[in-house]
Every structure is written in C-alpha cells, then in structure tokens.
C-alpha cells in the first residue's frame, strides 16, 4: 500500500513510525515532513495546507489511504477534498473538524447537549466584552474563536490583564481574524489530562491518556509553547474517572456530532481538567495532540493502520484496540529562545541505537547533514514498566542528543510522580 501522511511535525513522525510497523505498508510520503524523517517517509515539499496540490499528488501516486494529521488542512477541508477523488482519509471532514476550529462552535455544543464545561459568555462587540469583565470572576479566561497556532487562549489573573487581552483580541487582531469573536470563561482548576480517542461516527475508543507540558520552563513557568513533553498513562486519569468520562464526555460528544450533522471520524482529542465538580472539557482538537502522540503510539500495540482504517470504514466497535499497561515518557528538546526567537541551522546527531522513538519535528537535510530548523527540534521518548525509569531512560536518551544551543525541561513527569502523594 501507498500512504500519504499530511504535516512535518513529531506527531506525524511517529505516525510514521507506527504505520511502517505494517508489512503492507510498502512507502509513506510526508507532505512536506522533514529532514530528520527522510529514512522513515519520502519527502514531498508541499505544504499542509495546499490542499489542490496535496490532492494532485494523491492521484499521481495512486494514494491508498491518507492521514491528514494537523488541524489546518482539516479545517480547510483536506479531508473532503481528497475523499472527493476517491482517496479514503483518517481525519475528519470540514464540517466536524469545526470541533477545534470554533471554540464558540465548541462551546455550544457542549451546552446544547449538557456536557461539562467551563461557564462561558461569547461576545462579537469589544465594549461588551469589556463590560461584562467589569464584574466577571478573577482570575477569568479569553480565547480567541479560530485556530491561533495554540496561543489564543490568555489567562488573565487580574482585571486590566483581562481588559488588555481582549483588547488585543478585538481591537488590535493579534490573531487575527479569530479574534473577532472571542469566549470569556470560567476559569477552572485541577489536573489536566489529555485523551485522544479513536471514533468512527458512532464508536469511541480511548486511548490511553496523557499529560502534557505546556509551559516552556521548570515548574511550569515560562511562556505557553506547542508542549515541552509527556507521559503517559496519566496517573490523575484513575479507571472511574474514566470511567465518568466516558458516559458524561466522550459519548456524548460523538452522539452530538451525529446528531448536528457532523459525524466525527479521525482522531478526536479530548482537552480535560479533573475539577473538585468533576471531569469537564477544557478543548476538543480535531486531531492527534503532539506531544502526546509521541508517548501514546509507542504504547498501543495493535496495528495502527488498521485501526485508523475501522475508523474511516466504521468497523471501530469490531476492531481491537490494544494498548501496552507500560508508560513512556517524551522530553521535547528544543531551540533555546524557543517559543521566542532562537536560532536553527546547527547540525543534529542522533546516534542510531536510541534512534528507534525519537520523533523529529524541526530538522533539514543538507546533504548527508542533518541541521536543526525549527523551534521544536524532536522528542526523545522511552517506555519502561514505571513511569520513573521511563522518565530517566528518556532522560538519558536526550543527554546522548546533540546540537548548538539545545534546551529542555528537566522536569517532564515530576508532577504525575507526585500523583496520589499530595496530601
Ligand atoms: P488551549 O489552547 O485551549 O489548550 O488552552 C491552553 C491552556 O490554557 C490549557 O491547557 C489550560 O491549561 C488553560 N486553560 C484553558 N481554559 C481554561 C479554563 N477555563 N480554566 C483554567 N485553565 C484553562
Ligand atoms: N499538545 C497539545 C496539542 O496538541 O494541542
């Protein structure tokens, strides 16, 4: 078979990775990938969102089947172009991919159909939004409607900071067009877990859970980034709240999209914070989470292809889906000055023995070189029967990665360690 995997990033490297695991696999190409995935895919340099040519090219090669991974081609409707000419696709069509692309889209569903959420207000006029902070609870939250690269969302933990948020939303664009419409929500604590799940429409399937690293520093300090690592499973994520989970939150959001209209097939990521009231959803993404793919994949044991394939087929409720009961652990490392500016162009060395889970995500070929090029370089992931020695493996793993001015947490998974030990 001849697959395409749309995007460049660490979650479309270890899709690779995972969907070679099929001896039917005969070759993958990466539209666009990137150098450090040159020995897993073969390159193509078009772009995720030119869906035309992505489209052109899936005729050309005669593309069996097709992963369409980040959220800009689907929401641009990636999917529906290609299923259009007949290529079958693991993703969602535009019109459910809206799950991630309108958080007021988002946020009304949820009310609609009575799933737990973070009480919001939408607001499409500046003055209003500003006089509704007036006497809003602080700390509150503002998000921008569209997809801003992972930035639209500012915590504001006093009232100016509020105002000036929505300002720059609103007044000044900062994201843009998203920031027409902007959400105010409540602002919710407790521990955050991420699950993605399989779904065909009608079946949902968890994976096993995750937790992310959002911030660029120790401690959870610094600026809000893509994510600094992960492990999995989550720890905070015991069997009962999955268990809730499943019958206040996952269900009812598959039955809710069917019922708009909109059935979701692909990869539906639930964004979820563990409240003193119960699971609520923090965000849907309409896609694989990166970096959480990157400790998730590793640990799923039956066929990748062929699940994602049930999925696009709607066989999910007869297909198995196996996860390992091991953990893994992923240390992003990345440019220093990363989320800000940094500087790319330094050579990057892998050595082959640990090469096997680790997940480039900004790197060029310059000959037989191997050059950093992006903000994340890669993720260093490794499984372990505990999650501590997952932990120091992926550790050890990174130390043995070299490049210029290569940077990352020293912390990633200190805070599940504390899991249950708390009190
Ligand atoms: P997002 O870009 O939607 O993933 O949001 C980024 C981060 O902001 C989340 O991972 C949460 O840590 C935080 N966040 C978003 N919404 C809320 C909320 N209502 N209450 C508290 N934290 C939030
Ligand atoms: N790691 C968070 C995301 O993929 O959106």
Same mark, same amino acid.
């Given at each position: ?10 979650? +479309? ?226 069997? +009962? ?50 970096? +959480? ?49 940094? +500087? ?80």
């Amino acid at each position: 078979m001849k697959l395409l995997v749309v995007g460049g990033g660490g979650r +479309e490297h270890a899709i690779i990775k995972k969907l070679k695991e099929n001896p039917a696999v005969e070759e993958i190409f990466a539209l666009p990938g990137n150098g450090g995935m040159a020995g897993d895919a073969t390159l193509v340099p078009i772009g995720a969102k030119e869906i035309d040519k992505i489209v052109a090219f899936a005729k050309e090669q005669q593309i069996d089947y097709a992963v369409v991974a980040p959220d800009d081609p689907l929401v641009l409707g990636c999917v529906d172009a290609l299923n259009e000419i007949g290529v079958p696709c693991f993703g969602p069509r535009a019109n459910a991919a809206i799950i991630e692309g309108s958080k007021v889209f988002s946020k009304d569903l949820m009310k609609k159909y009575g799933i737990p959420t973070a009480a919001y207000e939408v607001f499409t006029d500046c003055k209003a939004a500003l006089a509704y902070l007036e006497t809003a609870p602080i700390p509150t939250v503002i998000k921008a409607d569209g997809l801003a690269l992972g930035k639209g969302v500012i915590i504001a933990d006093t009232r100016e900071a509020a105002y000036d948020a929505v300002r720059s939303m609103m007044e000044d664009q900062v994201f843009g067009a998203s920031g027409s419409r902007v959400v105010i929500e409540e602002f919710l604590t407790g521990p955050e877990v991420s699950v993605l799940s399989f779904t065909d429409g009608e079946t949902v399937v968890p994976m096993i859970s995750s937790m992310d690293h959002k911030r660029a520093l120790d401690g959870d300090q610094g600026l809000n980034t893509g994510g600094m690592g992960t492990v999995a499973p989550n720890p905070y994520y015991t069997p +009962e709240i999955a268990a809730e989970c499943m019958k206040t939150i996952f269900l009812p959001t598959i039955r809710a999209m069917k019922e708009e209209g909109r059935p979701f097939k692909g990869c539906l990521y639930f964004g979820l914070m563990l409240t003193p009231n119960g699971p609520k959803v923090i965000e849907y993404n309409c896609r694989f989470g990166d970096p +959480e793919t990157q400790v998730v994949l590793p640990l799923l044991e039956s066929d990748l292809l062929t699940v994602m394939q049930a999925t696009t087929n709607g066989t999910l409720a007869e297909t198995e889906v196996k996860f390992s009961n091991r953990h893994a652990c992923c240390v992003v490392m990345a440019s220093k000055g990363y989320p800000g500016k940094y +500087e790319t162009g330094f050579e990057l060395t892998i050595p082959d023995d640990i090469s096997n889970e680790v997940y480039v995500a900004g790197a060029k070929l310059e000959g037989e070189k191997l050059l950093t090029a992006g903000g994340r370089v890669l993720g260093a992931t490794a499984m372990a029967d505990t999650l501590e020695d997952a932990i120091s493996a992926a550790y050890a793993k990174a130390e043995r990665i070299q490049f210029e001015n290569a940077f990352y947490r020293r912390d990633i998974g200190k805070r599940a360690l504390l899991a249950g030990k708390e009190n």
